[in-house]
């Protein structure tokens, strides 16, 4: 494999900013802003307890892709749920299996870690993330995700 996956530290920063704004705009036709963007990630990168962060690289170290996890406490299974947060792979890299690679790194984090599963949502109508993520294993679970506005 051309491609590795590590943690991400706090030099991966401004990649990992682009990288979220084109999931946004992507994922969902928003364009976000960058110094939030740049201050939410940067908060993670200095707090895991924030959220976690993976990147893919290849071989010279060019980041083509990245990966983050939240973690949600569940009182009823005593243990934690991994929600990937945001899940991105550059355009020129897709269709080669690299969201795989990303998401067996974190699924080993979280078996070493002893998570309960690996939870993600995905917009209703980003038809193409949805036959990607279940492509990579997932199923539909039994809940809906409801808000409100605060």
């Not at 996956?5 to 682009?18: F, I, K």
């Not at 940067?42 to 690289?57: C, G, I, K, M, T």
Request: glycine share 4%; hydrophobic share 40%.
């Amino acid at each position: 494999m051309d491609f590795s996956v590590r943690r991400a530290t706090r030099r991966d920063l401004e990649e990992l900013v682009e990288l979220t704004l084109r999931e946004a705009k992507e994922a969902e036709g928003l364009r976000k802003s960058r110094p939030i963007v740049r201050e939410g990630i940067r908060a993670a990168l200095d707090d895991e307890s924030v959220a976690v962060y993976w990147v893919l690289q290849d071989r010279s170290e060019k980041i083509a892709g990245s990966i983050s996890v939240v973690k949600e406490w569940s009182n009823w299974n005593a243990g934690y749920y991994w929600w990937v947060q945001s899940l991105y792979i550059r355009s020129e890299h897709r269709g080669r299996g690299l969201m795989k690679v990303l998401i067996d790194a974190v699924r080993e984090s979280a078996r070493h870690d002893l998570a309960l599963d690996l939870r993600l949502y995905v917009h209703k109508n980003n038809e193409r993330a949805l036959k990607a993520y279940r492509k990579a294993g997932f199923v539909d679970a039994d809940y809906r995700i409801l808000r409100i506005d605060v």
